[in-house]
């Protein structure tokens, strides 16, 4: 249920420290003043922690024990020890042969000298000038917690960790829980918690419980004791994949959580969303996740939160490892290969996948965070946008030379041009006759969405503007430090805006009788998300951000990750701000999650349909409720090469229906530059071309690339059963959309950083023109038999660069041996085309056989699969016969295969039979092992077989 909310505890219930520490600088500073005073005491309480911890030892009797139980989740160890900060020389033998390539950094933050870094127990090492090392980092004896009780069952194992070192952050949690649990045979979970009191955790997604216990497993745990740490290794090769062992930083306080571990290879992807290389960069980069409104670039922050990554492993095995974390973090990749996270808040709740490919390694992480939605077919089609169509004029005049233009074409979509003085659920007077245009679109069969931001104008006179009258009735906004409407201002022109906290279970009717009202007015297909990570145009609040000493701590924390702006609040609301569910300071990464839930389940309530939402902000697992857009991408050959890495990484995150705006949406394109990202755009998922207002007319009828724009659309079309089947795969069984070459070649190690072309599933591949100027593109093709998909020729690769004609009007596209592809003959909109027959690709594997399948259904309710409205038919080629099979068949339509196109054929043709009977109208090509089977008129719904001799 949508309403299921989790509660945690509120801001009030917060403990924070009583003094301000704006720098790591301040903190030692103020620990160093206190050492003289603090060693009699401590020379006490050391005695007096080594004897509570010897008595525990003995009375518990458990330490190592395999049968004993766990009987409560809260302990007490009445005697913690407030451990100074150890000095030593960093000549000590922990600190000598540690190679540049695994020191972990010990002062983050700030500049530091010799005598600060010694006196955090850490080692002082200069590096030359071209090194990235850190030059004060851990020593290898850098003990923090050590395990002081340890219990195993059948599921797993639970210790309890007491501190021995404290670090120079504030309230360091002095005794840990750590429940390890075996999941499934392939997935590993960690999750470290406070043992006596309740942390932030993320309400969503909500992980599935696994009651059962796997019999085996393909990976083993060691855990070391003292220090603690611990080992994930694949059984069947000894890769040590995960280890935090005698790697040192690890901690644990109020505000500040770091872990770091070594790594079995460089080869990492994801941890978005930035704006990355596909295969991440581990010299020592910074990746910092918190949801920002900015438009991309380099080094910052973007629009969603998503800690996972996978890797690839020596012997082409595959795992990931995913951090269910909402907080803002920092991810840091070193050489050595190695990662450290470093998050201000909530628990370290880690999952191992162990795939063993890459297919299975995503597979397994959509079981943790939800599968994603199954798209309405009519948004696989084309979509045309404009910020700045004024009016409901200027839109008419923009879609009708598009649609005149014969271009493909599903969606016309409004941008804040629609509202009246920017406010949500308000049409302005320029767009009188909106619900006109919109049933003419319908009767085209077209379809209509619009935007709406999560901001509601505050400012209006009271009783005249209902989203924000019956907000306040229902007291359903974000609160500030005064239990008032934290108020901001976004695109309102009023200049007051107010927020909805979605993870209020009361602003779920809220949100449904504001879209309902919205629905009266005119009957949008789908709704747009923007701004809602929350996006503010004032840093915090109207007000600021002033409040009591948790504020403070809330809004200044002890260590601040690398956040676009030097501030949490910038561009955002305030960290302190009040949400059911505790602080925006924990719940900010998931603002936009919750909303995506709550506008998906109110979308199919009103409409009846599944529904389509578009969301700016992403969090792990809003694919299952939502699709996504690349934000605000510039008009550059270089946003346009970075778009192929970031629609694999979504499909990676959970996310496949993702697309980045075709041309760019800031700044002017230029005809080549938006002819080549039509043809690239025509291959997103989500297949839209949007522009900024102060830019020129970028829409394939105005800047003059209708024929190429068809071109490649009409084969878009063409080929929308084989993506939707790709869909409805994803939604079903955790399978990728859009995937990376080394999914399909993980023994391929010249496939691992390719970023410049993909696939379809694993079958069809997409090779765009990326630079200016060039009329070929030079292309490496792994292995295998491959075959052009206009001509249907073949290419026998044993793994070269090909040089492809890319002339300016063509996209480079093929068929993999292996695979059977449907298709339907293309028309201008997607309810035209499920109109015509099907045809097949039957691309015959080097071993002569091939596989495909087709899944089918109305295309919109929301239920086919649960309620057996959907047909599923499988295709075979072996023996020289290509075979359909209807595995299931409850949706009741016509499905004609009407033709049969058969590539890599060695076979001499003299007759075929169709269903044993001979059948005349085809042509055969020896020479070029090809044969296309026409007019061939099978019922889709009986079992069929073609065979020749």
């Not at 989203?467 to 008032?484: C, H, M, Q, R």
């Not at 676009?564 to 300071?585: A, E, F, P, R």
Request: hydrophobic share 35%.
């Amino acid at each position: 249920m949508v309403c299921n909310f989790f509660c945690s505890d509120s801001k009030a219930t917060k403990k924070f420290a009583s003094f301000r520490n704006d720098s790591e600088e301040s903190l030692l500073a103020m620990q160093t003043s206190n050492t003289r005073k603090l060693a009699k005491l401590c020379f006490i309480l050391i005695v007096v922690f080594v004897f509570a911890g010897t008595v525990i030892y003995c009375v518990s009797g458990s330490f190592g024990s395999k049968n004993t139980h766990l009987t409560s989740e809260k302990y007490t160890f009445e005697n913690d020890v407030q451990t100074p900060i150890n000095r030593f020389a960093s000549s000590a033998p922990s600190c000598q042969n540690i190679s540049d390539s695994q020191k972990f950094d010990c002062f983050p933050r700030g500049k530091p000298d010799e005598e600060q870094c010694i006196a955090r127990g850490c080692c002082w090492s200069p590096a030359s000038q071209s090194s990235k090392s850190p030059w004060c980092h851990y020593p290898t004896a850098y003990n923090t917690y050590k395990v002081v009780r340890k219990d195993q069952y059948k599921r797993g194992v639970k210790l309890i960790l007491n501190i021995t070192r404290n670090s120079t952050y504030p309230n360091n949690v002095q005794m840990l829980l750590v429940k390890i649990e075996y999941d499934t045979k392939d997935r590993l979970h960690v999750k470290i918690l406070d043992a006596n009191k309740t942390r932030w955790e993320p309400p969503y997604p909500e992980v599935p419980l696994f009651n059962s216990t796997p019999d085996d497993t393909d990976y083993e745990l060691i855990i070391n004791d003292d220090p603690f740490g611990f080992a994930v290794i694949r059984k069947e090769t000894g890769t040590v994949i995960f280890d935090t062992r005698n790697v040192g930083g690890f901690i644990y306080s109020d505000q500040f959580l770091q872990m770091s571990a070594l790594m079995p290879s460089k080869y990492i992807y994801g941890l978005g969303e930035r704006r990355n290389n596909l295969l991440l960069d581990t010299d020592w980069q910074e990746i910092t996740l918190f949801n920002h409104d900015v438009a991309p670039k380099d080094n910052t922050n973007l629009y969603g939160t998503h800690p996972f990554y996978l890797s690839m492993e020596k012997s082409g095995a595959s795992h990931g490892v995913f951090l269910l974390n909402s907080n803002a973090m920092d991810i840091i990749l070193q050489p050595a290969p190695a990662i450290t996270y470093r998050t201000i808040g909530g628990v370290l709740d880690f999952y191992f996948f162990l795939g063993p490919s890459p297919r299975d390694v995503v597979s397994q992480y959509y079981e943790v965070i939800g599968t994603p939605f199954l798209p309405p077919y009519w948004s696989l089609g084309f979509h045309l946008c404009r910020f700045g169509l004024k009016s409901l004029n200027e839109t008419i005049a923009f879609w009708r030379r598009n649609y005149e233009a014969g271009i493909p074409f599903d969606v016309q979509w409004n941008d804040i041009d629609y509202m009246n003085k920017r406010n949500d659920f308000t049409v302005s007077p320029a767009f009188n006759g909106l619900s006109s245009f919109v049933d003419l679109l319908h009767k085209l069969n077209m379809r209509y969405v619009v935007i709406l931001d999560p901001g509601v104008a505050s400012r209006e006179p009271r009783g005249s503007y209902p989203p924000y009258d019956e907000g306040v009735k229902a007291n359903i906004f974000i609160k500030n430090a005064s239990n008032l409407p934290l108020e901001g201002t976004v695109w309102n022109l009023d200049g007051g805006t107010v927020f909805p906290d979605f993870s209020n279970p009361s602003t779920i009717p809220y949100w449904m009788q504001m879209l309902s009202g919205l629905y009266a007015q005119f009957k949008y297909d789908g709704i747009w998300l923007d701004m809602n990570e929350i996006s503010n145009f004032v840093q915090g609040s109207l007000t600021g951000c002033n409040g009591d000493q948790a504020d403070f701590s809330l809004n200044n924390p002890p260590y601040l990750p690398g956040v676009d702006g030097g501030n949490l609040n910038y561009k955002t609301v305030c960290m302190s701000g009040i949400q059911y569910v505790g602080s925006h300071y924990d719940a900010h990464n998931i603002y936009g999650y919750a909303e995506s839930m709550a506008t998906s389940f109110c979308l199919a309530t009103i409409r009846m349909k599944r529904p389509f939402v578009l969301s700016r902000s992403t969090f792990s697992g809003s694919g299952h409720f939502t699709s996504h857009w690349t934000g605000d991408v510039y008009s550059t050959w270089d946003d346009m090469k970075h778009s192929v890495g970031d629609i694999i990484s979504f499909n990676m995150f959970g996310i496949p229906m993702v697309g980045a705006d075709i041309c760019g949406f800031n700044g002017n394109t230029t005809r080549e530059l938006c002819q080549r990202w039509s043809q690239l755009g025509a291959f997103y998922p989500f297949s839209r071309n949007h522009n900024t207002d102060d830019a020129i007319d970028q829409d394939p009828a105005a800047i003059g690339i209708v024929e190429s724009t068809k071109k490649a659309l009409t084969f878009r079309y063409h080929l929308l059963p084989y993506l939707y089947t790709l869909f409805w795969n994803a939604h079903k069984f955790g399978e990728s959309v859009i995937r990376p070459m080394f999914f399909e070649f993980p023994l391929d190690t010249l496939t691992y950083a390719d970023n410049t072309k993909f696939f379809w599933g694993p079958a069809f591949l997409i090779i765009p023109v990326l630079e200016e100027g060039q009329t070929s593109v030079t292309t490496y093709f792994p292995k295998g038999v491959w075959f052009d998909a206009y001509t249907l020729d073949w290419y026998r690769s044993n793994g070269d660069y090909i040089t492809l004609n890319a002339s300016l009007d063509f996209i480079p596209l093929y068929f993999r041996a292996g695979y059977i592809i449907p298709y339907q003959e293309p028309a201008q909109t997607t309810t035209a085309s499920r109109l015509n027959p099907f045809g097949l690709y039957v691309a015959i594997g080097e071993n002569g056989n091939s596989y495909g399948s087709l899944y089918w259904d109305d295309g919109e309710s929301y239920s086919n699969y649960d309620e057996n409205e959907y047909n599923l038919l499988q295709f075979e080629f072996t023996d020289s016969t290509l075979s359909g099979i209807p595995i299931n068949w409850g949706y009741e339509t016509t499905m004609t295969l009407n033709t049969i196109k058969i590539m890599g054929l060695s076979d001499k043709i003299k007759q075929i039979y169709i269903n044993n009977q001979t059948h005349s109208e085809y042509q055969y090509y020896p020479a070029d092992k090809k044969l296309i089977i026409e007019s061939v008129e099978i019922n889709l719904s009986e079992p069929f077989f073609v065979k020749w001799q």
